[in-house]
């Protein structure tokens, strides 16, 4: 059973707007610090952002501050990334990941105790 399932990618146009939603069936998601990461072929898996569990401190790698939103939505076990002024190099596979609460903003995928499948986010030039 997958327990975080992600979507809302697709092919966009640069400079254009996608928002991917990642639910979860945990029932203690609210409890958990939620990031998303992104890998690119051939590249490393990176971190993009987090949101702590309260929902009240944002973490964002410098490469997506003012263009990338992070928000959660607890009623709907959600967590949401609303990416804008999309660019060619933002393409890759986005992935959701719950941390423990301490671990709010942690850049690695190791901190993270449950990882969703993906979904591909292609910016054309």
């Known amino acids: 059973q997958e327990q975080l399932v992600e979507s809302g990618g697709g092919l966009v146009q640069a400079g254009g707007s996608l928002r991917l939603s990642c639910v979860s069936s945990?029932?203690?998601?609210?409890?958990?610090?939620v990031g998303w990461f992104r890998q690119a072929p051939g590249k490393e898996r990176e971190f993009v952002a987090a949101?702590?569990?309260?929902?009240?401190?944002?973490y964002y790698e410098n490469s997506v501050k003012g263009r990338f939103t992070i928000s959660k939505d607890d009623a709907k076990n959600t967590v949401y990334l609303q990416m804008n002024s999309l660019k060619p190099e933002d393409t890759a596979v986005y992935y959701c990941a719950l941390a423990q609460g301490a671990y709010f903003g942690s850049s690695k995928i190791y901190d993270y105790d449950y990882r969703g499948q993906g979904t591909q986010v292609t910016v054309s030039s």
């Open positions: 945990i029932s203690t998601f609210s409890t958990y610090a």
């Open positions: 949101i702590s569990w309260t929902g009240d401190s944002t």
